[in-house]
């Protein structure tokens, strides 16, 4: 492929997907990070060539609720940057895409693809060859820690991708249902369980007439029945695991109190948090384990009391918890990190997703399950999952067709 600027974009991609294979092998794992630089380089020659985009207003509004948390926090300005960058990076990815030319869409298509179909067969390979199964097989994320749960989300995406894409054909959409076996490899049944969750809200969210609601809700109510007498026969065990989601979710909503107690003013805390990189983020958790950033960034202690607060508590912590109830996931750190204008502008720019992806039932899909996993885990700071993701909505195309008009 000839360097080209239009390209940096691909550039980023590909550096997001396949780094973790190369630091592997012991090259710094600094590269890792590499894409989110070629990202903002994508997204600086595109405001220079001054081609369209879409969230400009989102960049300006992010931008400003971070010097105001910098500002009121005295948190060192870099740490605004890097927030802007790993924060952002789903929602710049989208704006770069939705607009690139043919080109660079069929390359980035046999980019993601690739890894696609590579993360498929290293988890088949991991397991039937190698034995590794559960948090063993991580396919092509290598090094990566929660490389299982991620791969296995990826394999969710996929697996819809190909079953409900019109350009398909039923020989190629039931090749795509391969997909379906990764999260059972990987044990990542959770991503299933939220992608149901979606799947509904989608429907609700698309119905405007009051019959088609009553009739989903009689639907509901039936399968609600026959799937609780199916789980009282055959799965006893998981009922004991849901009376605990009441005291599960009241664990996970207690890191809002406790960050509170971190700082000396509960109004700007509430308005605009501890701090970029000053809480549960997953800039938060990064910066330590990079010394040479001292001297730039606000290194915070915040995030070593909060993750001990979250070992603390048996529901939560990371031997005998669940990461379901865990406190560290996306919207806390956003919230921690730059209190509730923050939320306020992150949820408008996902919202404005929705509302562009609007013609396409994969891609709302795709958006609320992307929103979800957000409270579930540090999910949309996940790199690897949201380049995946963003780049497979807008491949999937924008046009409406027969099969979007009837799923919705």
């Known amino acids: 492929m000839v360097i080209r600027r239009r390209n940096f974009v691909v550039y980023a991609v590909a550096a997001c997907l396949f780094s973790r294979m190369v630091t592997y092998i012991g090259i710094p794992s600094i590269l890792n990070h590499a894409h989110y630089f070629l ?8 405001i220079y060539a001054r081609k369209d985009l879409k969230f400009v207003t989102t960049y300006l509004e992010f931008l400003l609720v971070l010097a105001l ?25 989208y704006d770069l895409l939705i607009n690139a030319d ?66 398909f054909s039923r020989k190629k959409k039931l090749i795509y249902c391969l ?31 009051p019959r088609r609601l009553l009739y989903y809700m009689v639907c509901g109510v039936v399968i609600g029945v026959i799937g609780y007498f199916f789980i009282m026969i055959y799965m006893p065990a998981l009922f004991m695991n849901l009376s605990n989601a009441s005291l599960g979710v009241a664990a996970k909503l207690s890191i809002i109190p406790k960050m509170r107690s971190l700082s000396s003013n509960n109004l700007l805390f509430y308005l605009f ?5 000053c809480s549960v983020s997953r800039l938060s958790q990064m910066l330590p384990q990079y010394p040479f950033l001292n001297q730039l960034c606000t290194i915070s202690e915040n995030y070593d009391i909060l993750f001990a ?8 912590n990371s031997v005998t918890g669940s990461s379901a109830w865990m406190m560290l996931f996306s919207w806390a750190g956003i919230f921690g990190d730059l209190g509730a204008v923050g939320v306020l502008v992150i949820v408008a720019a996902y919202r404005k997703i929705y509302k562009m992806s ?10 609320v399950l992307f929103v979800l996993h957000g409270c579930i885990f540090q999910w949309m700071d996940e790199p690897v999952f949201a380049t995946v993701l963003i780049s497979l909505v807008v491949l999937y195309g924008s046009g409406k067709t027969e099969q979007d008009k009837e799923m919705e």
């Open 39 to 46: 990202l903002l380089i994508a997204l600086i020659d595109r």
């Open 358 to 367: 609007g013609t396409s039932f994969y891609g709302k899909l795709m958006i």
């Open 69 to 93: 948390s910098v500002v009121v926090n005295w948190v060192k300005p870099v740490n605004g940057i890097l927030d802007f960058l790993l924060i952002l990076q789903p929602i710049i990815l």
């Open 102 to 167: 043919d080109s660079t869409k069929d390359t980035l298509k046999k980019v993601v693809l690739f890894f696609v179909w590579g993360n498929l067969f290293a988890c088949l390979f991991e397991s039937v060859v190698l034995g590794w199964f559960s948090d063993s097989c991580v396919g092509l994320l290598l090094g990566l820690g929660a490389g299982s749960h991620v791969s296995g989300a990826i394999g969710v995406v996929a697996f819809f991708y190909g079953v409900t894409n019109p350009d």
């Open 309 to 316: 607060y979250n070992q603390s508590n048996y529901l939560t």
């Open 273 to 277: 948090g501890l701090g970029p990189g």
């Open 179 to 209: 997909h379906i076996v990764v999260p059972f490899l990987t044990d990542n049944k959770q991503s299933i369980a939220i992608l149901v969750v979606a799947f509904i809200c989608v429907i609700f969210l698309n119905l405007k007439h």
